[in-house]
């Protein structure tokens, strides 16, 4: 990934734009760029500066990247709307070819290290309520007003403002020697694509289909010590537009990460903005979790995508005939009853007992959240409610009996 047609390899002081940013840490990486932590020059800011591998099937995704950021940008002047903001682009050319390379604001954690540092035991639920706010407000921007889908919500993807202050004093010149690989650690533990496979496998293992108590050891996994998320305002943006489409020049059949994955994405129904939603869903339960929503597997006589059928299934009830035949994929699956061919037979236990008997939440607590969640995850796509509709749900704005539901007191003893 290091030759032609790959990443730039940066070394801190390193200048972009003709001086005007300088590196000064890697932030994070992915399939397609490497994040830099920059000192912007010109504004005394600081920046994070992706820098796209440099071949021609990078490059326009870049391109592509940098009309959906620039047409958000255009259409939320005010920086309100909880997505991450372009600042500046431009072409910088290494050994390895040309990269485009994007300015963006500089944000903190994503909501995977959240759940992380909080050692996968699900946040307050208050705390929930404050993120889903933000992600809701930045969907029914993109929706209503730009007619974006995102299709790729995760918790990756969504990152909080940032919270740690960068260096006082800047990196101004080339003069570090140190260079850092883009496949190398970060100095925010961050993500390479190994490690993000890594723990996406270590989370499957204690998704809810998979684990019996969620309480009980954390099987051998060195983790951080939950962070203090006392006074910690959870505001947030969405971020990694390189997937998003608008809804009327859609190109992609397949889309979302697995997990995150609607069925009709699955069945090859059709799909619209209520993708989003779905995925919405799935980052809400997983925040107030520590859990994957689904957490499929390939198995022995069935596919990966049985195993999730069968498991949105046993949580959310059997999915209608009609909805189960109507897929151009439906027929891999489902026989014409409408029940799944190789998996025979499902477990059902309904969200609310889910979070009774697996997370400890009160009943209470349980029933007003499976109230907020499951329209969002009907099966219908049609009927899932909008960002703007969810919006409006009492759930958002309740408050946890004297701020401290069930899963906060549990927390509670691990703060350090
Ligand atoms: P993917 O393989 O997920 O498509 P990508 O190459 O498109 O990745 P991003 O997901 O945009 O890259 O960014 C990679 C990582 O860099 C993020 O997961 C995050 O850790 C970090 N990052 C991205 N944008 C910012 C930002 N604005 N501020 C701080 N860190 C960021
Ligand atoms: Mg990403
Ligand atoms: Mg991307």
């Known amino acids: 990934s290091y030759r032609k047609g790959g990443y730039h390899a940066v070394r801190i002081g390193d200048p972009f734009a003709s001086g005007r940013y300088i590196a000064q840490r890697k932030l ?23 820098i796209q591998k440099s071949a021609q099937q990078f490059a326009q995704a870049a391109l592509h990247e940098i009309e959906v950021i620039r047409s958000i940008a255009d259409g939320d002047p005010s920086n309100s709307k909880c997505v991450v903001r372009l600042i500046d682009h431009f072409k910088h050319t290494g050994p390895n070819g ?3 390379c994007m300015v963006l604001e500089f944000l903190g954690d994503s ?4 759940i992380r540092f909080n050692r996968y035991k699900g946040l307050e639920l208050n705390k929930v309520r404050e993120i889903c706010k933000c992600v809701l407000i930045a969907l029914d921007f993109l ?3 730009l007619g974006i889908i995102h299709t790729d919500l995760k918790p990756e993807n969504v990152l909080l403002l940032s919270t740690i202050d960068p260096p006082k004093d800047p990196i101004r010149s080339g003069l570090t020697p140190i260079l850092e690989r883009p496949e190398g650690g970060t100095l925010n533990g961050g993500s390479t694509m190994n490690t993000i496979e890594k723990k996406l496998k270590q989370r499957a293992r204690r998704a809810i289909a998979n684990i019996s108590s969620r309480r009980g050891s954390m099987g051998g996994e060195a983790l951080k010590p939950a962070r203090c998320l006392d006074g910690i305002d959870m505001r947030c943006k969405v971020v990694d537009f390189g997937n998003a489409c608008w809804a009327d020049k859609r190109f992609a059949e397949e889309i ?11 069945l090859q129904s059709g799909y619209s903005f209520s993708v989003d939603m779905w995925s919405f869903a799935c980052i809400a339960f997983e925040l107030a979790t520590g859990d994957m ?6 198995g022995e006589g069935f596919s990966e995508d049985e195993d999730h059928l069968a498991l949105m299934m046993e949580i959310l009830g059997k999915m209608p005939r009609k909805i189960a035949v109507g897929g151009a994929r439906s027929k891999d699956f489902f026989d014409r009853h409408g029940d799944l061919k190789r998996i025979r037979r499902l477990k059902y236990l309904p969200l609310d007992r889910v979070l009774v008997n697996k997370y400890k939440f009160t009943d209470t607590d349980a029933r007003e959240f499976m109230e ?8 219908s796509p049609e009927k899932r409610p909008s960002a703007q509709q969810c919006l409006q749900h009492p759930w958002l704005n309740l408050r946890s009996s004297d701020g401290q539901s069930k899963v906060d007191a549990g927390m509670n003893k691990l703060k350090i």
Do not use: C
């Open 28 to 50: 994070g990486w992915g399939q397609f760029s490497t994040v830099w932590l920059a000192y912007d020059t010109q504004s005394s800011k600081y920046v994070a500066l992706k």
């Open 98 to 100: 040309q990269h485009l």
């Open 111 to 114: 909501l995977l290290q959240l």
């Open 143 to 145: 929706h209503r007003e």
């Open 256 to 266: 979302q990460t697995r997990q995150y994955r609607a069925p009709e994405v699955i």
């Open 293 to 298: 929503m689904f957490a499929p597997n390939t």
């Open 372 to 379: 907020f969640l499951s329209p969002l995850l009907e099966f």
